[in-house]
């Protein structure tokens, strides 16, 4: 998709000036990008325990089907981080978002995606943080789109 906005504006530069519409990309994989595994994390807990326990990592990557290197990374102490993009927000303060909009869908009172942004704004502003890619810390319509997509399992409710 991100290839076809770019041909999209060399191909017509009279269209220079136009914004291309924003878009949510699924998951696609761009030639080059490796495709990560996901992993269980009660079957990683239990492999964890197994190599506490004096198991070989070659052992518990054939019984476990886990890689040998993530368990190098857990016994070496590495933090294993997220492959998608950092957020704005902490996965807890995430969490507690999800909570007070719930509540306040409890009371009846019903958020739409702009009100969520001006939250977003509001707590960023207190809090006395500057995110550069909001314009006035303001979030936009994308960030409150993948918000809502990141949580749709919890806000269903």
Request: with cysteine; aromatic share 8%.
């Amino acid at each position: 998709m991100q290839l076809k906005l770019r041909r999209w504006k060399t191909e017509m530069p009279f269209l220079s000036g136009i914004e291309a519409p924003r878009l949510i990309h699924k998951h696609t994989l761009f030639p080059g990008k490796k495709k990560y595994a996901k992993i269980d994390p009660e079957r990683l807990e239990t492999a964890k325990r197994a190599v506490a326990n004096g198991m070989t990592l070659r052992k518990v990557e054939e019984d476990f089907k886990i890689p040998e290197s993530v368990h190098r990374h857990i016994k070496l102490g590495k933090n294993i981080k997220k492959h998608s993009g950092k957020t704005v927000l902490s996965s807890g303060e995430d969490e507690i978002l999800v909570q007070r909009l719930m509540l306040c869908a409890s009371w009846g009172y019903p958020m739409d995606s702009y009100d969520l942004r001006l939250i977003v704004k509001g707590y960023l502003d207190r809090r006395g943080v500057d995110v550069k890619r909001f314009k006035g810390n303001m979030p936009g319509v994308d960030w409150a789109e993948s918000f809502l997509m990141r949580h749709k399992d919890s806000l269903r409710e």
